[in-house]
């Protein structure tokens, strides 16, 4: 049973543009939600994060919004550049049994020069 | 530099053999992690360890086995017992109240 979904597993965007990498959980006792950053053969490496107390968190140009209620979180990346041209990952994490980080499947990013 | 470091990048291993990959961190983290990428599968938890002495099998641990004797230190070894070894093997740490892990550079293992 896969807690943490992205439903698309890639996206082509043109440079300049805007980025949208959307993800959906189940676990409503997830508070803590993270992108990660991948290049092929290097591990993940962190890009921003959000708790839940929180709908939005900015960084640059990266953004996650998070839609509690639709359990529903989402990075922008604005404007895109070819070098954001990775696998990102989404996470999310609780406490208890649920404090490990639990990923999803991740995203292919394209960005088209 | 504090960092997390995973050895070979690259191994091949021959059916049938078992295997130890290494993964050493001195960013003083109670909790290591293992996970295996295959292509349109994400990270999958293999194992996990939250303290010395003390570790907890993840969502695929069959024919894998761990050991974690110093804090430092979190190596996994790939039996011959698991039937699709061949994938890319990450390697994390955390604070245990982990809102972030540190990952390290990974190995790619090739059952020949």
């Known amino acids: 049973d896969q807690q943490v979904k992205q439903n698309s597993p890639s996206l082509s965007v043109q440079e300049g543009r805007i980025s949208i990498l959307n993800c959906d959980y189940t676990?409503?006792?997830?508070?803590?939600f993270l992108w990660y950053k991948k290049y092929p053969a290097e591990g993940p490496t962190f890009l921003i994060s959000?708790?839940?107390?929180?709908d939005k968190n900015e960084d640059g140009r990266f953004t996650v919004f998070l839609n509690k209620s639709a359990k529903h979180l989402s990075l922008h990346i604005v404007p895109s550049q070819p070098g954001d041209s990775a696998v990102y990952f989404c996470a999310a994490s609780g406490t208890g049994a649920n404090s490990k980080l639990t990923f999803g499947k991740g995203i292919t990013l394209s960005v088209r020069p | 530099d504090g960092g997390i470091t995973q050895s070979p990048k690259y191994l091949f291993r021959k059916e049938g053999q078992n295997v130890t990959l290494s993964c050493e961190q001195n960013?003083?983290?109670?909790?290591m992690y293992w996970y295996r990428q295959d292509p349109g599968q994400g990270l999958r938890l293999i194992y996990y360890?939250?303290?010395?002495?003390?570790?907890q099998k993840g969502d695929i641990a069959e024919g894998y086995s761990v050991s974690r004797e110093k804090k430092e230190s979190f190596p996994l070894t790939v039996t011959s017992a698991q039937k699709n070894p061949t994938a890319f093997y990450l390697c994390a740490s955390s604070i245990v109240r982990n809102y972030g892990y540190t990952f390290g550079s990974g190995t790619r293992l090739t059952v020949v």
């Open positions: 676990n409503s006792m997830f508070d803590y």
């Open positions: 960013l003083n983290h109670d909790a």
């Open positions: 959000i708790s839940s107390i929180k």
């Open positions: 360890s939250q303290i010395v002495n003390d570790f």
